[in-house]
């Protein structure tokens, strides 16, 4: 799912692109996708495109009359910029947003059209659509302490709670720990104040880190490859390859269709995470460090 730094990216390039032009007009190809009737999809045509925001993992463009288009890609959305009246693809295809220099293309690569567009009039509608998390990148030490410490969750599980923390999903909260030396099973209500200076600069660091890396990649080109799995990344989706600080093998967690990176040796001093998959099958016999573990795979 795109999260803070792919979104600010995707904004990025659309701003020279759409900002201040009028919308012609939305073609719809899926059923599924819009999900709001009112106001209707007929009277956004003609209207100029005042703001573009992120709101949380959001895409929101703000139009004449305080009409305003929200879209959520959800896991697999994508954009996709094309030349005007551009053809909706048959088969990953959602819709099209059409203006005078091009048309911006909404795609899902999945079977399961998660993807959603919803249309509202009026900033207290807009609201409706924020999930109410703090903005990473703005909030100081003292709210973000609060923000955590509110409620008794794992600090991963904080870290990618909408209504917590806006923008960071399961690739950047793995990021986020790794470079602050966490793991991300330590209760929030349980962090020491040193653990948590640690988390907040390492979420603004990284956060940032990514974002300009990303805009400075793809320049003012649109981006058409935005994914949660980046090779420069130090611990997401590098199971098992060696971690960039220490050289040991980045581990997981395996719950339900997600997964947690982290390097045992950073993290947690070197214990390994109990991944509930291999847990049940091993019972008494799963191994308490990477030792451990390569001595368990190499018999």
Known sequence: MPE???VELYLHALRPRVLDKTLLGVRIASPFLLRTVEPSVDEVAGKRVRELRRLGKRIVLGLEDEIYIV???MIAGRFRWKSPGHK???RLGLAAFDFEDGTLLLTEASKKKRAALHLCRGE???REHDPGGIEPLEVDFASFSAALRERNHTVKRALTD???FSGIGNAYSDEILHRARLSPLVWTTRMTEGQLARLHAATREVLSEWLAHLIEQHGEA???????FRPKMAAHG???KPCPTCGDPIQRIVFAQRETNYCATCQTGGKLLADRALSRLLKGDWP???EELEALRRG
Not at 222 to 228: H, R, S
């Open 288 to 290: 308490r460090s990477v």
């Open 222 to 228: 649109f981006p058409e490859k935005v994914t949660a």
């Open 71 to 73: 879209i959520h890609l």
């Open 238 to 240: 590098k199971y098992g």
């Open 88 to 90: 909706i693809a048959a």
């Open 124 to 126: 207290g509608a807009l």
């Open 4 to 6: 803070l730094p792919d």
């Open 162 to 164: 909408p209504r917590i």
